[in-house]
């Protein structure tokens, strides 16, 4: 009994040993507006022999900071090239490990049950469909604010409204107040009012109306080598088609 057990033991120890363990996490920091596709991007990756990912999601303007300040982000996806050019200039960036992979378009959105109709175009009244309420909008650190209020001001509508807005910490928050009713219109991303059932898009924005919108990725300094793997994923085919499953555009 002694020796089988003995032996019982050994196998295990052998085996034990034999096991892999298991790789460390890869920590993406991701722009709030990306969060549902992120996360189905991540769990493909896992789920296709990758490491496991822990997403932090937030403002790209808070991401950077946090970024900037000693956060172990590896991946850093931005929803504005000057964020990342930020992190870029602080040399937290891997040279030659970063690109523009993603883009969507400009919404003006509405909650669904609501009765306005409206064509984006110069001068179009915005101000007479408010009905004396707010414009939700991301706050001018963010990139959707940035977006949406360069595109107001193309089309000559910004001075009549800008006493109407109330800002928001990102795009999705700005969706937020919207879809619990708190204001009658905002401007976001398209894709985030496509993951929202209690909301609808009233009309897109020009894209020559305001910056071209580009999500940029890279691989921070801090980056594993697991990390390296799990950015590849990210621009690879099954990740394009959850992307542009959400509504995204990838770029050539």
């Known amino acids: 009994m002694l020796s089988l057990i003995a032996g019982l033991a050994t196998y295990s120890a052998a085996h034990a040993a034999e096991a892999p363990h298991p790789e460390a996490p890869v920590t993406v920091f991701a722009a709030a507006s990306l969060q549902n596709a992120m996360k189905e991007v991540g769990a493909a990756f896992t789920k296709s022999g990758?490491?496991?990912?822990?997403?932090?999601?937030?403002?790209?303007?808070?991401?950077?900071?946090?970024?900037?300040?000693?956060?172990?982000?590896?991946?850093?996806?931005?929803?504005?090239?000057?964020?990342?050019?930020?992190?870029?200039k602080h040399g937290l960036i891997?040279?030659?490990?970063?690109?523009?992979?993603?883009?969507?378009?400009?919404?003006?959105?509405?909650?669904?049950?609501?009765?306005?109709?409206?064509?984006?175009?110069?001068?179009?009244?915005?101000?007479?469909?408010?009905?004396?309420?707010?414009?939700?909008?991301?706050?001018?650190?963010?990139?959707?604010?940035?977006?949406?209020?360069?595109?107001?001001?193309?089309?000559?509508?910004?001075?009549q409204v800008q006493s109407q807005v109330v800002r928001a910490n990102s795009g999705r928050s700005a969706l937020d107040m919207v879809a619990r009713g708190e204001a009658p219109l905002a401007i976001v991303y398209d894709t985030d009012a496509l993951a929202e059932p209690l909301v609808r898009i009233v009309d897109l924005f020009p894209e020559t109306t305001h910056p071209a919108i580009l999500f940029s990725?890279?691989?921070?300094?801090?980056?594993?080598?697991?990390?390296?793997?799990?950015?590849?994923?990210?621009?690879?085919?099954?990740?394009?088609?959850?992307?542009?499953?959400?509504g995204f555009k990838r770029l050539p």
């Open 94 to 159: 891997q040279p030659g490990a970063r690109k523009d992979i993603l883009t969507n378009h400009l919404a003006l959105v509405a909650p669904k049950t609501s009765a306005v109709h409206l064509s984006i175009a110069p001068w179009f009244p915005l101000l007479q469909a408010l009905g004396g309420g707010k414009l939700a909008m991301a706050d001018t650190l963010e990139p959707a604010g940035v977006y949406g209020q360069a595109a107001l001001s193309t089309l000559n509508v910004w001075t």
């Open 50 to 88: 990758g490491a496991p990912v822990v997403f932090s999601f937030a403002g790209s303007s808070v991401l950077a900071r946090q970024i900037e300040q000693g956060a172990p982000a590896e991946v850093f996806v931005s929803a504005d090239p000057d964020w990342m050019n930020d992190v870029e």
């Open 217 to 246: 990725i890279a691989l921070t300094r801090a980056a594993a080598p697991g990390a390296a793997e799990a950015l590849r994923f990210i621009e690879g085919p099954e990740a394009r088609a959850i992307f542009e499953h959400d």
